[in-house]
């Protein structure tokens, strides 16, 4: 049965100066014309709000209050819209917010950097203005803090791991901005002596080979190595595909970012060989046979990691270490430095092959499946190998013919868990979040999209469109994106490929029903802005005929198409936003079309079409209220009816 009042519009929160004016919307729809009733509460006092008896409720900020609106109609059937906050500052610095504003995120209050104690609580505050009010999300050293999403960041109890460069950001349907970076420092207990000035990994995986067979693993392997670490505080570069020159670019911009004290890891999973001790990486364009100058020296890839006096370089080989071309000269490699900081984790032994293993839908490296097990272990990084060496070896499946190998020269009980203490100034971030940035873009009907950007690897991203409730005058709704043409040596895969990323999207991303998706890969080779198509078909129910419209949505160069160009690095920045924030922009052109055959043609291209769905409607209760008892509020007023004016 169909209820009496159904409001239709809640009323948002806001976040504004003092003397600023706005206006609070509610709308609803009912059998019987209806009455609006406004209400305010100011300490713990709730009362009408004198002659706010229509949908609109303009306000002079003043205060800090809670507001909602009682709806009924003539059969006396009544419903209150959520509660709102308006949240008004008092003070806030001269020229804010800025001349025409229109209700975007402005940072009124900035973290301030402190120090910190073991065992002691740490707090630390922004504040932000913004109609409507803005979401809060804290990051540190890049790293979002999946529960510390308020204005205030409380810790209960400090730890020397809670050390770092923290920074929040607050974003609105109007856009986002970040506060300024702190860096906060926790004294060590006297068991943890050892840190890092900063953690930084590349992550490769070749799996399409154009003269070799292809892999399976690396996918799943890279994918899940980049999550671990990010857990651990590095800043990670993770690519797939990469031809000698990608992989020499790729290896000298990682170089150029490791500095004095910092962890560094370099892992490489794809097809590999070993000659006389010396290990080489074979990129996907190298030639049947190979030659040491088609391939990657990876001892010239330590020593150069040692030449920045890192504090811990640690390589993970998972590839085969047969032996191949003895007739071949060696790579020219000066003996590594005796410095104590370096270890080997090979994924098996000498003149060895390194297995597969099928898991389910996944395929992965049997040395990965163990290597996740153990790499959260806060303990000395080579006793964690071991434990990874005593699983591979206790396998049954790799029994004789597969044995993980380590060589070290850790002097020092360093952990990957060892806490951040960044030194001096720094510039350049590295890495890229695989928390998605979001665009909100707007039809010519009406309808709205939230478009979705993921990152599963730093040279691969999905774009995901999901569509919002339609207007009155929409039915039908159905949306795809489309290829565009000048990315089709880019954006395609083959098939194994493909379904095996997919599986990967859909299970970082299960709990989000999407509309459509669409594949962008290989960002390493884009060198122009790219230009997406976001087709909208859908019924006018006036005229009952089907209806295209489409829009078209340019992406600025990609984070990695920036990072492979030629730049100046210096050490990675702790003190930025995460990497990818600044790197994209939205363009939009829109064009209206008839479809005559009544009919929206759902397949094009590497874009995927997906079923329709309805979002959770997202309540406008405010995200942090000082009163706990608005239910209690709530039911009082309902208990009072529409002849009362309050409870």
Known sequence: MQEAIVITEQPVSVSV????????????????????????????????????????????????????????????????????????HQCVARGLPPRLWQGEPVIILNPMEQSGEVGKPLQL????????????????????????????????????????????CASNSHGECWTSAVDIHIDMCRSEKFFATGKIALLVGNNHYQHHPNLMAPVTDVFELSLLLEQLGFQVVSLLDLNKAEMVTAVSRFLQLLGKGVYAIFYYAGHGYEHSGRNYMVPIDAPQPYAPENCISVQRILQKMQQQQTALNLILLDTCRKWYNPECALSQVQPLEPWGNTIYGYATSEDAEAYELQDGEFTSGIFMKYLKKHILQEKKVTHMLEDVLEDIGQDPLVTG??????????????????????????????????????????????????????????????????????????????????????????????????????????????????????????????QTDVVLQLDLHYTQLSTKQRTCESLQTTLQKSLLGQFFSQRNYSQPNYQTTPA?????????????????????????????????????????????????????????LLRAGPGQDYP
Not at 582 to 604: E, I
């Open 125 to 168: 505050r922004c504040a932000a203005m913004g109609v409507p009010a803005p979401r809060y999300q804290w990051y540190r050293n890049g790293n979002l803090l999946e529960h510390q999403k308020k204005k205030k960041l409380w810790i209960t109890h400090a730890k020397v791991s809670d050390s770092g460069t923290y920074l929040c």
């Open 580 to 636: 990818c924030t600044g790197s994209m922009y939205l363009q939009v052109v829109s064009a209206l079309s008839g479809d005559p055959k009544g009919q929206a043609s759902l397949r094009t291209g590497s874009g995927h079409s997906l079923p329709s769905s309805n979002p959770s409607n997202s309540s406008g209760e405010p995200e942090e209220n000082d009163e706990n008892d608005l239910s209690e509020l709530c039911s009082a």
């Open 401 to 526: 013919k597969q044995v993980m190998e380590i060589k070290h020269t850790l002097k020092e009980a360093r952990s990957l868990t060892d806490p951040i203490y960044p030194l001096g100034a720094t510039a350049e971030c590295w890495g890229c979040s695989h928390e998605p940035l979001s665009k909100m873009v707007i039809f010519p009907c009406g309808a709205r999209v939230e478009l979705h950007f993921h990152w599963l690897f730093s040279n691969l991203m999905y774009v995901c469109a999901k569509l919002q409730p339609a207007p009155d005058h929409v039915a039908d709704a159905r949306l795809l994106l489309c290829q565009p043409t000048e990315m089709d040596h880019t954006a395609i895969l083959k098939e194994s490929h493909l379904d095996q990323v997919e599986s990967l999207l859909a299970s970082v991303y299960k709990r989000e029903e999407l509309d459509c998706v669409f594949q962008l890969c290989g960002l390493q080779k884009i």
């Open 17 to 88: 100066p003092a003397g600023y004016a706005f206006t609070l919307r509610c709308r609803a729809e009912g059998r019987t014309p209806l009455q609006y009733q406004w209400f305010c509460q100011h300490q713990s006092v709730c009362c009408p709000v004198p002659g706010a008896t229509r949908q609109d409720l303009p306000v002079t900020a003043q205060q800090t209050q809670l507001y909602t609106c009682r709806i009924n109609d003539l059969y006396k059937n009544a419903v209150f819209t959520n509660w709102v906050k308006v949240e008004v």
